[in-house]
């Protein structure tokens, strides 16, 4: 089972897989608490924002009689249901681009798996078992903990966090991948993950004011018994996140600004596919529970602004009986493909990183990558392949092998006010061209072209993305598949749009894309 943020499975499996665990040393006891409460006072309203991983609109309007906080949410404020997520649809891209306002060419977090050109290796953030054991779960964690938010995430882009540092006001983040701060944190490494890696006892951090990831950071440890367990994923839970801000609402502790991740719906909706809904009920008792913390849910809105958003939506993956995993390592029988327990040598000619129905295909040798898309386009089950010349961006659509080329700045216009040039057949991206007018539309694929171009150009190689059709994900050797279930990572409509729910403020984002959150948030922090 494949998850978009998969650390806690992958601590999970180390435990599994590993003997003699021993029990957590005494942790570095942080000043969170100290220093979280908002200067400002307690008359100024607090802005809690809430992801909700793989949230999505069709099952909000579904179940909307069985939601009565969602309900109650929506009634006393804004709800819309086609905020753009960013590309590729995985979570790790998708808070790196919600905490800094920038598509991956900017933050340089090009999906949960993808080829490091300058480290020579495949970067994994936690994709699956199997990937874990043959990549080794000392570079998967070291990548995870250490590399992602110090290296990886690009140091020239600030968060929120650090954004609001510099305006004098307080921050935190509860259970937050991408959580890079100005605040010195400690993560305390469990002996049973020292031991089969090279990671040290405490690792130093740069976070926000408060900061919680699972048990590796929980600044209420002697304070509040939070469910962490091995059967509760170390703390990556929605239990542990929802009663971590309860904390802080009671003891009347609220930063200006709380990011809380609730996780565990990403899981039901892998494993069931879209129309599940039984977890979307539980999101909604726990948001009740968040609200009544305050003394009644209408309290709650005179106190707080209450931000609620999915990062990604799912498709439907179909059953095994129809052929839905295209495994892309048998379109290169004639390369040296890498292997994920091999090492890039000299002989690698093509390397493969696979974020579900979306993957990125790198190629070592001379070989054109219009050649390379032309083995793939044959397969019905692909949608589109796409690469970089220069400043032109190709694609070619599967089967039919229509194609397009595009670059920015050019004379046609979208409902983003970027501009582009755009020649050949617009059917393969399903654009909408007024050439009288000078305006482009987005039909199936939501802000397409920059979102394209940004994963194109967020780091270094020759390489192609690969998308694959609705009811169908891409796979390498050992990766793992949502066969009946659900899955993601392309820029599909329903893989893209994501609902936003704003409650306690009038104002909303200038436009309705996950990379506008940032700066909509700053504004209704620092007016």
């Keep these: 089972m494949r998850q978009k943020k998969s650390l806690f499975l992958l601590m999970i ?10 029990s957590q040393e005494l942790r570095h006891k942080e000043q969170d608490l100290v220093r979280v409460k908002s200067i400002n006072g307690e008359n100024t309203k607090k802005v809690v924002l809430l992801v909700i991983d793989s949230l999505m609109a069709q099952a909000i309007d579904k179940g909307i009689e ?3 906080t969602i309900q109650f949410l929506i009634k006393h404020g804004q709800y819309f249901k086609n905020l753009v997520s960013s590309f590729p649809t995985m979570s790790v891209t998708i808070d790196s681009s919600l905490i800094t306002g920038t598509y991956p060419d900017v933050h340089h977090v090009p999906g949960l798996t993808w080829y ?15 990937e874990i054991i043959k990549l080794g779960a000392d570079s998967v964690l070291v990548d995870a903990l250490v590399n992602l938010n110090d290296r990886h995430l690009n140091r020239n882009m600030p968060t929120i966090y650090e954004d609001l540092a510099r305006s004098g006001m307080k921050s935190g983040s509860i259970n937050g991948l991408i959580y890079r701060g100005t605040v010195d944190h400690t993560l305390s490494i469990p002996l049973w993950i020292q031991g089969p890696t090279s990671l040290p006892k405490t690792i130093p951090v740069k976070g926000p004011d408060f900061l919680t990831l699972g048990s590796l950071s929980d600044p209420l440890e002697g304070i509040q018994k939070l469910p962490d367990g091995l059967t509760r994923r170390i703390g990556f839970n929605n239990q542990h996140s929802v009663e971590t801000a309860q904390y802080l609402i009671k003891a009347n502790k609220l930063p200006d600004f709380l990011y809380v991740y609730l996780p565990d719906l990403d899981q039901k909706i892998h494993k069931k596919g879209p129309s599940e809904l039984k977890g979307v009920k539980e999101v909604d008792r726990q948001l009740e529970s968040l609200l009544q913390s305050f003394g009644s849910p209408e309290e709650a809105l005179d ?3 209450f931000i609620i958003v999915g990062d990604s939506g799912m498709t439907k993956i179909l059953p095994v009986q129809d052929n839905p995993v295209i495994d892309l390592a048998t379109f290169f ?3 040296k493909v890498l292997r994920q327990e091999e090492s890039v040598t000299d002989d690698t000619e093509i390397i493969l990183a696979v974020n579900e129905t979306m993957a990125y295909v790198y190629t070592l040798k001379a070989d054109k990558l219009k050649d390379i898309a032309y083995l793939l386009k044959a397969d019905p089950r692909i949608d589109v392949i796409s690469w970089k010349e220069k400043e032109w961006i190709y694609a070619i659509q599967g089967a039919t092998s229509k194609k397009l080329r595009f670059k920015a700045n050019g004379k046609l216009i979208d409902d983003y006010q970027q501009k582009w040039a755009v020649e050949q057949d617009v059917e393969v991206l399903d654009l909408k061209i007024d050439t009288q007018h000078h305006s482009l539309q987005y039909g199936e694929y939501p802000d397409v072209l920059r979102r394209l171009s940004g ?7 020759e390489f192609l993305i690969v998308t694959a059709k609705p009811g169908y994900e891409l796979a390498d050797i050992s990766s793992p598949t949502h066969k009946g279930g659900g899955g ?3 820029f599909g409509q329903a893989e893209s749009l994501v609902p936003l729910i704003l409650s306690g403020t009038d104002q909303k984002p200038q436009y309705l894309r996950i990379i506008d959150l940032k700066s909509f948030l700053l504004k209704l922090l620092t007016k």
């Design 13 to 22: 499996f180390i435990l599994i897989v590993t003997s003699g665990c021993k």
């Design 66 to 68: 069985q939601l009565p």
């Design 116 to 130: 490091s050109a300058k480290e020579k290796k495949l970067i994994n953030y936690g994709t699956g078992p199997m």
């Design 303 to 305: 106190k707080a602004v």
């Design 333 to 335: 029988n004639d390369y």
């Design 455 to 461: 994963a194109l150009h967020s780091h270094p190689g």
């Design 488 to 490: 993601h990572g392309s």
